[in-house]
């Protein structure tokens, strides 16, 4: 409505310029930089003479303009310090409302760099209800991250003050997807010295870093176009294995999700086998894999294997069923 009223006086202002240049072209037979010079002084009230002594007639369009464009003018130019000190209260409000929020998140994760890569990650993240802050200093970045509000910092994720802004000392963990591997590195030095035990997911643009990577302390490196090229030959080898794979893990079909949960050390399944837990009768799900607490992967387990307190199943199933279990373990 602002920017409305705003267009609206400039044309206004803009007619009564044109007006009085036209008019004293026409009655005073001024060239027309000369009649625009005069409209000007006129709405400025700068107090210049006249370039010639003006006709009776003359001097009716100077009332006239006088009358009209000095209150155009004066409404214009309130007009534009109201929208250039509200909206630099309404950036610097909405700001230190976003850092109150990222300050009070726990269990969150840092997501450093907002390109392909990391604007993908955070679809995924909120489509699962995952706490997450986004990292990004490109200006031209930024613009779509306001579209897409969510929380971000529009600063450096190589800077100490910056991640510890983002919250990494409560952090679940720290995914730095930047396209510069140099940066990528600088990052996992800058988080691992803030918290050594921070769990850190980082993107590899060249698989010859990979190595680099994980000197310098990333948990997990994912190399994206290594992982695309893969999966595009494994569609030509194997494509009924891929399509169960997107059923099962990027799919909606068929409702089908898989899942990783932890049974804690009050469950009721704890000390329990396969059979006994009950999981396959009661809930439909399959027992893809169990990730014993001292790292150990079982791939399909046999019935009678033993589940433990801090174990992690893998299961496929029905979205639905899934809370409930997640519940129980």
Same mark, same amino acid.
């Given at each position: ?5 705003? +267009?609206?006086?400039?044309? /206004? ?5 044109? &007006? ?12 027309? @930089? ?5 409209? %000007? ?20 369009? #100077? ?7 000095? #209150?155009? *003018? ?20 909405? !700001? ?7 300050? !009070? ?8 760099? &907002?390109? +392909? ?6 679809? $995924?993240? !909120?489509?699962?209800?995952?706490? =997450? ?16 509000? =969510? ?6 994720? #190589? ?9 990494? %000392?409560?952090?679940? *963990?720290?995914? #730095? ?8 590195? @600088? ?26 990577? @994980? ?15 893969? +999966? %595009? ?16 893990? /990027? ?19 704890? *000390? ?11 809930? *439909? ?11 150990? /992967?079982? =791939?399909?387990?046999?019935?009678? $294997? ?12 029905? !979205?639905?069923? %899934? ?7």
């Amino acid at each position: 409505m602002e920017y409305k009223k705003l +267009r609206t006086s400039l044309m /206004m202002l803009i007619s009564v310029l044109l &007006f009085g240049t036209i008019s004293y072209h026409q009655i005073e037979s001024m060239p027309f @930089f000369e009649a625009f010079y005069m409209t %000007m002084i006129t709405v400025s009230t700068v107090g210049f003479s006249e370039i010639k002594p003006l006709s009776p007639h003359g001097r009716i369009v #100077t009332m006239i303009i006088i009358s009209t464009g000095i #209150t155009l *003018g004066a409404y214009t130019i309130g007009m534009i310090l109201q929208l250039v000190v509200e909206g630099e209260f309404k950036k610097s409000f909405w !700001r230190r409302k976003m850092e109150k929020k990222i300050s !009070r998140l726990k269990e969150h994760f840092i997501i450093c760099g &907002f390109g +392909r890569i990391g604007e993908l990650i955070c679809r $995924e993240l !909120r489509a699962n209800g995952v706490k =997450f802050v986004v990292i990004e200093k490109d200006p031209r970045v930024i613009e779509g991250l306001e579209n897409e509000d =969510f929380l971000y910092l529009p600063m450096d994720s #190589t800077s100490e003050e910056t991640l510890v802004k983002a919250g990494i %000392m409560h952090a679940r *963990g720290i995914v #730095t997807a930047v396209t510069n591997d140099a940066d990528n590195v @600088f990052i996992i030095l800058t988080a691992k010295g803030l918290r050594p035990d921070i769990f850190v997911l980082s993107r590899s643009s060249d698989i010859k870093n990979e190595a680099k990577l @994980f000197r310098a302390g990333a948990n997990r490196v994912v190399s994206p176009y290594l992982i695309g090229g893969k +999966r %595009m030959a494994q569609m030509l080898i194997k494509p009924t294995v891929i399509d169960f794979i997107d059923i099962a893990m /990027m799919n909606n079909r068929l409702d089908l999700v898989m899942e990783e949960a932890k049974i804690g050390p009050d469950s009721s399944l704890a *000390g329990k086998n396969l059979i006994e837990s009950n999981l396959r009768q009661d809930y *439909g799900a399959i027992i893809v894999a169990i990730k014993k607490k001292a790292g150990e /992967m079982i =791939f399909n387990p046999v019935p009678h $294997e033993k589940l433990e307190s801090e174990d992690i199943i893998v299961v496929l199933g029905k !979205r639905e069923i %899934m809370d409930k279990m997640s519940q129980v373990l």
